[in-house]
């Protein structure tokens, strides 16, 4: 595998950027062990564009290829997903007839599935398996990109939920979803919010960026400065929480995210000892999800003038 330390934004292709922190070293990828492990790297950000990113990414081939495991759980469809909630949510609310829906990352085909038979479900899944079980599901195709979209085959939603921060660049992904809309069409996101308050206290010791399969990291700045250089309208934008734990649930992961935000290492080397007395093996990942509103859920539509 490939990697070259960057040295302007992936996005913005501006110069100005900064280093924030290391990121670990991690053993697995999307569920699956890996014989190699992957370099950390740095977490970056661009003065520019304000988008937050790991540096250096693999290439996106060999992204591909780490995707496309045997795998199929490892985004389990059956687990509640607070996003799942929201997107079906407003897509029943806004377009109650039905429509063409394009899930992008749809993996095994939950979200669509939870949509009803009024809409015409497609997906787009890397990972093979998982789409075959998609497809099946949901009776529709399931291609492995956008580039195997029939030429003029528009979509009245296209959903890219918790996807965008794994693509190197996702102002080029805006820009590729969005040219398949409707006219009246919206691209839904779903994403972790770059600039929650505990993300900038922790820096790159911040849960969301522990997994190597993320890669770019957005923010209401970095909408703002798309919305301006790619013809995109930021129909709506609102932080929420990713998982609904009760009270005392998230008073003891804030504290063990607070522990992994100040001493990563020493952090690491204890949950790695206790897994390994309790049999357990390595650890796949850290807590930190659903202890504050840290991500974004997000509407987009192509300008008028576009």
């Given at each position: 595998?490939?990697?070259?330390?960057?040295?302007?934004?992936?996005?913005?292709?501006?110069?100005?950027?900064?280093?924030?922190?290391?990121?670990?070293?991690?053993?697995?990828?999307?569920?699956?062990?890996?014989?190699?492990?992957?370099?950390?790297?740095?977490?970056?950000?661009?003065?520019?564009?304000?988008?937050?990113?790991?540096?250096?990414?693999?290439?996106?081939?060999?992204?591909?290829?780490?995707?496309?495991?045997?795998?199929?759980?490892?985004?389990?469809?059956?687990?509640?997903?607070?996003?799942?909630?929201?997107?079906?949510?407003?897509?029943?609310?806004?377009?109650?007839?039905?429509?063409?829906?394009?899930?992008?990352?749809?993996?095994?085909?939950?979200?669509?599935?939870?949509?009803?038979?009024?809409?015409?479900?497609?997906?787009?899944?890397?990972?093979?398996?998982a789409a075959e079980i998609a497809s099946q599901d949901i009776g529709n195709k399931v291609?492995?990109?956008?580039?195997?979209?029939?030429?003029?085959?528009?979509?009245?939603?296209?959903?890219?939920?918790?996807?965008?921060?794994?693509?190197?660049?996702?102002?080029?992904?805006?820009?590729?979803?969005?040219?398949?809309?409707?006219?009246?069409?919206?691209?839904?996101?779903?994403?972790?919010?770059?600039?929650?308050f505990l993300w900038n206290r922790f820096g790159a010791n911040w849960w969301y960026c522990?997994?190597?399969?993320?890669?770019?990291?957005?923010?209401?700045?970095?909408?703002?400065?798309?919305?301006?250089?790619?013809?995109?309208?930021?129909?709506?934008?609102e932080a929420f929480r990713y998982f609904e734990f009760g009270l005392s649930r998230r008073?003891?992961?804030?504290?063990?995210?607070?522990?992994?935000?100040?001493?990563?290492?020493?952090?690491?080397?204890?949950?790695?000892?206790?897994?390994?007395?309790?049999?357990?093996?390595?650890?796949?990942?850290?807590?930190?999800?659903?202890?504050?509103?840290?991500?974004?859920?997000?509407?987009?539509?192509?300008?008028?003038?576009?």
């Amino acid at each position: 595998m490939s990697t070259e330390l960057r040295k302007s934004c992936p996005c913005c292709a501006s110069k100005k950027v900064f280093e924030i922190g290391k990121l670990p070293v991690s053993q697995w990828f999307a569920g699956t062990r890996l014989q190699q492990p992957l370099p950390g790297g740095w977490l970056y950000r661009c003065r520019n564009c304000r988008l937050k990113f790991r540096n250096p990414a693999q290439a996106a081939g060999d992204y591909a290829k780490l995707y496309d495991n045997a795998m199929t759980t490892t985004w389990d469809a059956s687990k509640f997903r607070a996003d799942w909630d929201l997107i079906t949510s407003y897509i029943t609310k806004e377009l109650p007839q039905g429509g063409r829906v394009l899930d992008f990352g749809c993996y095994t085909g939950g979200l669509l599935a939870q949509l009803g038979a009024q809409y015409q479900r497609n997906g787009i899944e890397v990972n093979r398996a998982a789409a075959e079980i998609a497809s099946q599901d949901i009776g529709n195709k399931v291609w492995s990109s956008v580039d195997e979209i029939p030429d003029g085959l528009r979509f009245d939603i296209v959903i890219a939920s918790d996807v965008i921060e794994h693509v190197t660049n996702p102002m080029l992904l805006v820009e590729q979803l969005t040219s398949k809309l409707s006219d009246t069409g919206v691209l839904i996101l779903t994403t972790g919010d770059a600039d929650n308050f505990l993300w900038n206290r922790f820096g790159a010791n911040w849960w969301y960026c522990f997994y190597p399969e993320h890669i770019a990291f957005i923010s209401r700045d970095w909408l703002q400065y798309i919305s301006q250089t790619v013809g995109v309208d930021v129909v709506r934008c609102e932080a929420f929480r990713y998982f609904e734990f009760g009270l005392s649930r998230r008073i003891v992961d804030g504290l063990h995210t607070c522990f992994y935000g100040v001493f990563p290492t020493a952090f690491l080397s204890v949950v790695k000892l206790f897994r390994k007395m309790l049999g357990r093996g390595d650890s796949t990942s850290i807590p930190g999800g659903g202890i504050s509103r840290d991500h974004l859920f997000i509407v987009l539509r192509r300008s008028a003038n576009e």
